[in-house]
């Protein structure tokens, strides 16, 4: 079964530094979204991603996270400056176009010190 | 307005139990109700979705109930297993923003421990 699928699996960044966590989405779908957990609380919507361009963001989205899918196959998240409260989990989703049902990698948990 | 409520927070059930995990809305831009179900260090995933119009959808042990005009939907998870044992979200999809596809506001979760 395809299955969306994200990298690294863990990372741990200094306060300030860059982070890029990249997404390889199910290959058949052309939405994208990411979305974040931080420990023990709710999946938070960040933004939602069709046809090269932002879709939908949320307040969270802020000009220290960008969005890109660089070629075919990957879905990438950047966070410019990292901040203590930059810490969670962050999914990477894919659907279909038409199609509600959003499948989610496992994460990639994200420390930053 | 954008909130999805979900309680309880935790629950214990016996094995052969049934899970019962509620959750209530406001915005009725909300147009589609999905449950996911997610293990530790493991992403969400989908376990059951509903559409506000139907009232009932039964797979297999899961059942979601969905009461409309009270902005309610509930999971039932009958003959509750040890293997059930996972944090459960519920979840609205919000089309009122300018995306197409909307984006799925989660509530809090729940945390299901079936005992043996």
């Known amino acids: 079964e395809p299955e969306v699928t994200q990298t690294p699996s863990h990372q741990v960044t200094q306060m300030g530094q860059e982070v890029i966590l990249r997404c390889v989405p199910i290959?058949?779908?052309?939405?994208f979204y990411w979305y974040r957990q931080i420990l023990g609380q709710k999946v938070e919507f960040l933004v939602s991603?069709?046809?090269?361009?932002?879709?939908?963001k949320s307040e969270i989205f802020d000009d220290q996270f960008s969005v890109e899918r660089p070629d075919g196959s990957n879905f990438t998240l950047k966070i410019r400056s990292t901040k203590l409260e930059d810490s969670a989990m962050y999914f990477c989703?894919?659907?279909?176009?038409?199609?509600?049902?959003?499948?989610f990698g496992p994460g990639t948990r994200l420390l930053v010190l | 307005q954008q909130q999805v409520k979900q309680s309880p927070q935790s629950l214990i059930v016996q094995k052969g139990g049934i899970s019962i995990i509620n959750c209530a809305y406001e915005?009725?831009?909300?147009?589609?109700f999905p449950w996911y179900q997610q293990f530790p260090g493991k992403g969400p995933a989908l376990l059951i979705a509903?559409?506000?119009?139907?009232s009932e959808k039964k797979e297999g042990r899961f059942t979601i109930s969905f009461n409309k005009s009270a902005k309610q939907f509930s999971l039932h998870i009958m003959d509750s297993q040890p293997g059930d044992s996972a944090t459960y979200f519920c979840?609205?999809?919000?089309?009122?923003?300018?995306?197409?596809?909307?984006?799925?506001?989660f509530g809090k979760g729940t945390k299901l421990s079936v005992k043996p």
């Open positions: 991603f069709y046809n090269n361009e932002i879709s939908e």
């Open positions: 915005n009725t831009a909300f147009d589609y």
């Open positions: 290959s058949n779908h052309l939405y």
């Open positions: 509903i559409r506000p119009d139907v």
């Open positions: 989703a894919s659907s279909e176009i038409g199609v509600e049902t959003q499948y």
């Open positions: 979840a609205a999809k919000d089309t009122s923003g300018r995306g197409s596809q909307g984006n799925l506001i």
